[in-house]
């Protein structure tokens, strides 16, 4: 278990994401000694899903936000709800949000979205791209 103050990075995505995008940049993640939260690993059988993503938010520095077609489908729309929890939980703190590119258009992405300058996915090549980003955001 982390403690609270640590340094974490909120792993915001479609569940859709998890095998080919989510679960490969968490295991370099961990690797690399960046401290995550992800869902699969956070939230356990009996939980309350909602209050343990408030918590996963509120207890992390940083929101790396996996941007696919997938997180943008309306089906689930618990990544755009993160986004926007996330989004505010930033203005009153010092939180920090990466964004990933996993192939979606820019056309789908919401306007706030669009102000941040992103990392592109890159089929995993860009995972050290990344980690290095988010070391540096969390050292700032």
Do not use: C
């Not at 080919?20 to 993640?29: C, D």
């Not at 920090?96 to 919401?110: C, E, R």
């Amino acid at each position: 278990m982390y403690e609270k103050n640590e340094s974490r990075v909120f792993i915001s995505h479609s569940s859709k994401d998890k095998e080919l995008i989510v679960n490969p940049m968490n295991s370099y993640f961990q690797a690399n000694d960046i401290a995550t939260w992800l869902d699969s690993y956070e939230i356990d059988y009996g939980d309350n899903i909602y209050l343990k993503v408030n918590e996963g938010i509120e207890n992390s520095d940083v929101g790396l936000f996996v941007l696919t077609d997938n997180f943008f489908d309306s089906e689930s729309g618990w990544p755009l709800s993160e986004f926007s929890t996330f989004f505010m939980e930033m203005m009153k703190s010092n939180k920090k949000v990466l964004m990933i590119n996993a192939g979606v258009s820019p056309d789908k992405m919401h306007a706030m979205m669009k102000s941040y300058k992103y990392l592109t996915w890159n089929n995993s090549s860009a995972l050290p791209e990344i980690a290095n980003a988010v070391k540096r955001v969390l050292s700032a």
